[in-house]
């Protein structure tokens, strides 16, 4: 997903139903002083269903006491260092959630049969050339 303000999203939807999105590398957000607030593009933002909530999964770039989300809005959030550290450092940050106006729920259950294991034999495969 390309932003004007944000750059490119790179976004992965299984279904329609849920999604995610990575930020890194360049426009990698930074924990100063063992705090940091990060902004979502409104546009990105906007593709969230507030309702459901989303998750933020962090990936610190250096040596800290571990960040965490100290608080979280629909277009926004805070990361703070645990243990009240004070650490400078950038982050990645993901984000799942569910696609706004998406009304279907789960995909349908489906049926498999597993191989069949005769008395402790693992199924045996040909060898792929």
């Not at 299984?14 to 426009?27: D, E, L, P, R």
């Not at 645990?82 to 400078?88: A, D, E, K, L, V």
């Not at 998406?102 to 259950?109: D, E, F, M, S, V």
Request: aromatic share 8%; net charge positive.
């Amino acid at each position: 997903m390309r932003t004007m303000s944000f750059g490119v999203f790179p976004i992965l939807a299984a279904v329609g139903v849920m999604f995610s999105a990575t930020q890194s590398a360049k426009a990698a957000p930074l924990l100063a002083d063992g705090h940091g607030i990060v902004q979502l593009d409104p546009a990105f933002a906007r593709t969230l269903d507030v309702r459901s909530g989303h998750h933020v999964f962090l990936t610190p770039k250096g040596d800290s006491r571990g960040p965490y989300i100290a608080s979280e809005w629909p277009a926004a959030f805070e990361v703070r260092e645990s243990q009240g550290g004070q650490s400078t450092l950038s982050f990645d940050y993901r984000i799942i959630g569910r696609a706004a106006g998406i009304k279907t729920g789960r995909l349908p259950a489906s049926r498999s049969t597993a191989p069949k294991i005769v008395r402790g034999h693992a199924p045996i495969f040909a060898p792929i050339h």
